[in-house]
Nanobody, 115 residues
Framework: QVQLVESGGGLVQPGGSLRLSCASS?????????RGWYRQAPGKERELVAT??????TNYADSVKGRFTISRDVKNTVYLQMNSLKPEDTAVYYC?????????WGQGTQVTVSS
C-alpha cells in the first residue's frame, strides 16, 4: 500500500507562485511507473496537470506548459512548482502514483488564485 500526502496549497494572487509537495510512504508489490499531479475545479472533472515517469520523462497539460514544473527528489517526494498562476488554476490538486495494477491518490490540497 502506498500513502500519498499533499501539502503546500493555499491562497495566492494572480501572477504569484506556489510549490506543492507530495510525500509518499509504504510500498507497492508493483513498481511505480509514473507520478503525477491532477486537479479538479468545482463542477468539473478531474484533469491531468503533469506527470513524471520512472526515468524522469515529464509531460504537461497544454494549459500549464511553461508555467508549471514537476520534479522528484531522492526520497520520492514529488513537487509541482507553479508560477504565473491564473484564476483558472484554482482547483483541488491531487497527487498520483501509478502502478501496472492500481493508481494511488492523495487527499488533495486546495489552490485558490484570486485577487
Amino acid at each position: 500500500q502506498v500513502q500519498l500526502v499533499e501539502s503546500g496549497g493555499g491562497l495566492v494572487q494572480p501572477g504569484g507562485s506556489l510549490r506543492l509537495s507530495c510525500a509518499s510512504s509504504g510500498s507497492s508489490s508493483f513498481g511505480i511507473n509514473a507520478r503525477g499531479w491532477y486537479r479538479q475545479a468545482p463542477g468539473k472533472e478531474r484533469e491531468l496537470v503533469a506527470t513524471i515517469t520512472w526515468d524522469g520523462t515529464t509531460n504537461y497539460a497544454d494549459s500549464v506548459k511553461g508555467r508549471f514544473t514537476i520534479s522528484r527528489d531522492v526520497k520520492n517526494t514529488v513537487y509541482l512548482q507553479m508560477n504565473s498562476l491564473k484564476p483558472e488554476d484554482t482547483a483541488v490538486y491531487y497527487c498520483n502514483a501509478k502502478t501496472p495494477a492500481y493508481s494511488f491518490w492523495g487527499q488533495g490540497t486546495q489552490v485558490t488564485v484570486s485577487s
